[in-house]
């Protein structure tokens, strides 16, 4: 049997907001990629390490799926999860979907997927389905990996049956906008204070500012760190600048929402984090050149500057969340209806 259904594939760069567009497009609901994650206070840091670890993690944004859940409530999106232990119930309930016309979001483990360019196991993926035959299920992912792909229904399951950190039970989900939705510009301010706030007042010193900071005192001795400096820091460069973990990609997405909004609201609060976070967007990709670079030479003075900018980052987004805070005890006049 095939099923499939007709969507909108839009070149996109994060994982998270790929699957949200195509799910809202199709209910008609078309918002930039910036937008998507902007209104879900999608901006985050966390740096995190133990000792079972290969290698320090660090994330750019929030936790996988809240980032979805944040935003279903700023729209007033219906939001109808699907979790469960069993591989058969979970693959019912999306082809049901699917059969009725109805594109899905699926969570999984990006590694299983017969087309994914990395080798590194990521139970916090998503990505949107809007097909099947006997054999294939079709996907639509990043830019990065390919837009529009396909995969084999068997390697969907092992992706969607994975255990491990950042895992989903056969994660599905599906949304719906509502009749009569609050306006998605006058949700601008609150997601903007509410990602704000929690950058600037994070619970543990890993997060936020703090965990710029704390990432910035230990990339300097990353080459310490693992026994493979030529394998683990250019693979951990490589994915700041392209799935966003620590650093440039969200930054850019940040960066971006926030140029749209000063075209919507004229506040020097937020004329301000968008200068910031324009700046510290370049200086996210400057880190990792830096790091992939001492990765290659051995050279430990990269770290040091690495560091050093990290530091410097810390302390810009600091200011910059500052001011995008006081958004929420002002009224900016709205340039656009």
Same mark, same amino acid.
């Given at each position: ?19 949200? *567009? ?17 209104? *879900? ?5 966390? +740096? ?18 809240? $980032? ?37 979001? $699926? ?22 389905? +809007? ?22 229904? =068997? ?8 255990? *491990? ?27 903007? =204070? ?112 690495? *560091? ?30």
């Amino acid at each position: 049997m095939t099923a499939v259904i007709d969507i909108d594939a839009r070149g996109t760069q994060h994982c998270e907001t790929t699957a949200l *567009g195509v799910l809202l497009r199709h209910q008609g609901l078309d918002l930039s990629e910036p937008m998507l994650f902007g209104l *879900g206070s999608g901006l985050s840091f966390i +740096y995190w390490d133990r000792r079972n670890m290969d290698f320090p993690f660090l994330g750019g944004r929030v936790k996988p799926f809240d $980032l979805t859940r944040k935003l279903a409530t700023r729209l007033g999106l219906e939001l109808l999860v699907q979790e469960t232990t069993s591989p058969r119930k979970a693959w019912d309930t999306v082809v049901a979907s699917i059969d009725a016309g109805h594109p899905v979001g $699926l969570q999984l483990d990006s590694y299983y997927l017969d087309y994914f360019g990395s080798e590194v196991h990521f139970g916090g993926h998503v990505l949107a389905m +809007y097909g099947y035959d006997d054999h294939n299920a079709y996907l639509v992912d990043t830019d990065q990996q390919g837009g529009a792909v396909s995969t084999t229904l =068997t390697s969907l399951a092992q992706a969607r049956a994975a255990r *491990g950190p950042m895992t989903a039970k056969h994660r599905s989900f599906t949304l719906t906008v509502s009749r009569n939705p609050p306006s998605p510009h006058s949700q601008i301010i609150p997601a903007i =204070t509410a990602c704000a706030d929690a950058f600037l007042n994070p619970p543990i010193a890993n997060l936020g500012h703090r965990g710029i900071e704390k990432a910035g005192k230990a990339v300097r001795g990353w080459l310490q760190r693992t026994d493979a400096p030529q394998r683990d820091l250019p693979q951990a460069a490589l994915m700041m600048e392209k799935a966003g973990t620590g650093g440039a990609l969200f930054r850019n997405l940040y960066r971006d929402f926030l140029a749209e909004c000063t075209n919507l609201l004229d506040s020097s609060h937020l004329r301000t984090g968008y200068t910031l976070y324009a700046e510290a967007a370049g200086l996210w990709s400057e880190t990792a050149a830096l790091i992939k670079k001492a990765g290659e030479s051995g050279n430990a003075r990269c770290l040091v500057q690495a *560091g050093s900018v990290l530091g410097d980052l810390s302390r810009m987004e600091r200011e910059a969340m500052q001011a995008l805070s006081c958004l929420g005890s002002e009224t900016p006049r709205m340039i656009h209806p």
